[in-house]
């Protein structure tokens, strides 16, 4: 009764929207393939792409526009905008995805094909 | 004796049957009262049987059915409100006299020889509990539970060399998905329930057989001295005494504290703050908050995980480590070892909540 293993998905880009569905300081989640993704736009304009996925226990984590730093709710893990665990229980960064624009669109890719 | 009785009488053998409830007395003193906490627990758990079966009438597993089905449930079913409430209510109500059936018999020392396997089951039955509300408080598949069951199943995933296996086995995938639902929904109704009554009738049969203990200070009054009653009809009318109060209970708890059923589950949603999982597992939850990222060389994850699994062990095996209970002398060691289990449990649970 073991399930049998689910094939990769091979996504290694997806759109995240267009330009004006991210407002500065705001965020949303997006799936790539199996991984959820958060997409971010800072107060200063720029774009970030995380992996959403908590690296503690898996829970997804939010965006806090006031501080500008990744809160996870399940047992308040910070991660600063970069995607590096500040405080609390998270034991590793969060994944990084690269964020490109095209025309007016916000792509994401895998980091490793960029 | 009526007819009606002879005839079966002589098919069932009824009379061995009643000759057997009656062999038992039950001792009279001030700890008599703590015989009732495991009664309690058998008659909470017939009640998740009926309200269980009946929910199971009109829920649906999978993502895109279980929490409509559950809101069909309680929002147009007759009276399937009221079932629903009674289950998530007896469910909290059976894993709290659990509990406290459990922690009684520790202080008195009931485990101690000849009863090490009936401590045994009982603590198979308490992680079986366990398993029971963590796989029902799935099925709603709201954000509550669906985090919960995120983080939980990771921890399970924590545990060394089988962690990865388990966190498959129990996900039905890499990830929670509605295939864990299915999963978790089969474990909860079928799996549970089959191994629970084999483990429930060893457990009761060892009672029946060897009797109630008492503490070893009892134990030292003479035979004649010590006051019993016969288990049969005598404390079972008195069982069912009880039993119609936590009915009573129960019944206004589920009317004047309903549970929430919340939001959908949504994978692309950021937790919410607030996730926590049941008040049960709240000690276990606040401790992994506390450990810091790193302890030593381990992942703070890890370290939690093994420190639960060292002192679970050492407590489901406690009637043979607590030599001294073999000789009728209460072993101060031990004793405080359980004052300090339930002292952390009430903390750490109310900062739990505090926090
Ligand atoms: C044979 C026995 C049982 C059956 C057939 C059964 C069946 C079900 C079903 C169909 C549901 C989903 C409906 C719903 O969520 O309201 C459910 C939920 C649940 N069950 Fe059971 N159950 C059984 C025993 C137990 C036991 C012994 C526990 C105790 C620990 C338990 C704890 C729960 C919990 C906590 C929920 C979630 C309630 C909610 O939030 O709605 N169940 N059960
Ligand atoms: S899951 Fe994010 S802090 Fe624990």
């Not at chain 2, 062999?23 to 058998?42: C, D, E, H």
């Amino acid at each position: 009764m073991i399930p049998p293993d689910a094939p990769e998905l091979n996504i290694n880009q997806i759109e995240a929207g267009t330009f004006s569905d991210f407002p500065k300081g705001s965020s949303k989640i997006i799936r790539m393939g199996r991984i959820p993704v958060i997409v971010l736009r800072k107060k200063n304009g720029d774009f970030k792409a995380l992996e959403a996925t908590c690296t503690h226990l898996d829970c997804t984590v939010q965006f806090k526009t006031d501080t500008e730093q990744i809160w996870c709710a399940c047992h308040n893990g910070f991660y600063d905008v970069e995607g590096r665990n500040i405080s609390g229980p998270p034991p590793r960064p969060l994944g990084q995805f690269n964020v490109t624009l095209k025309d007016d669109k916000v792509i994401i890719t895998k980091q490793e094909l960029a | 004796m009526s007819k009606f009785y002879q005839w079966i009488n002589e098919r069932l053998e009824l009379d061995d049957a009643i000759k057997f409830a009656k062999k038992k007395r039950v001792p009279i003193f001030y700890g008599t009262v703590w015989y009732y906490l495991g009664g309690v627990s058998l008659f909470l758990f017939a009640i998740q049987l009926v309200t269980g079966i009946l929910l199971v009438l009109y829920y649906q597993p999978g993502a895109e059915t279980a929490f409509e089905s559950v809101k069909f449930i309680v929002s147009k079913v007759e009276f399937g409100w009221l079932i629903r409430e009674i289950h998530s209510w007896s469910a909290n109500l059976f894993i709290l006299f659990v509990f406290f059936h459990m922690f009684t018999v520790f202080f008195a020392k009931a485990y101690r020889k000849p009863r090490e396997m009936t401590w045994i089951t009982g603590m198979l039955l308490l992680v079986l509990g366990l398993a029971f509300g963590f796989s029902g408080y799935l099925l709603p598949w709201n954000e509550l539970a669906y985090f919960a069951t995120k983080v939980g199943s990771d921890i399970a995933g924590a545990i060394p060399w089988v962690g990865e296996f388990m966190l498959r086995v129990l996900r039905a995938g890499d990830e929670v998905t509605g295939a864990t639902l299915t999963r978790f929904y089969g474990i909860h109704i079928a799996i549970l329930p089959g191994i629970f009554t084999v483990l429930l009738v060893m457990h009761l049969m060892m009672v029946q057989f060897q009797g109630m203990s008492v503490p070893p200070e009892i134990e030292k009054i003479p035979e004649e001295k010590r006051k019993t009653i016969p288990f049969f009809p005598d404390f079972v009318l008195r069982d069912f005494m009880v039993w119609l109060i936590v009915l009573n209970i129960i019944a206004l708890l589920a009317v004047f504290f309903p549970w929430e059923l919340g939001q959908k589950a949504n994978p692309l949603v950021s937790a919410p703050a607030g996730i926590r999982p049941e008040w049960y597992f709240m000690f276990m939850f606040q401790t992994l908050k506390m450990i810091p990222a790193h302890v030593l060389f381990l992942e703070g994850e890890l370290f939690g995980v093994m420190l639960f699994g060292v002192g679970g062990l050492i407590w489901f095996f406690v009637p043979f480590l607590d030599k001294k209970s073999h000789m009728g002398i209460r072993s101060r060691f031990w004793t405080w070892f359980g004052i300090f289990l339930v002292v952390y449990i009430i903390i750490l649970t109310i900062w739990g909540y505090l926090v």
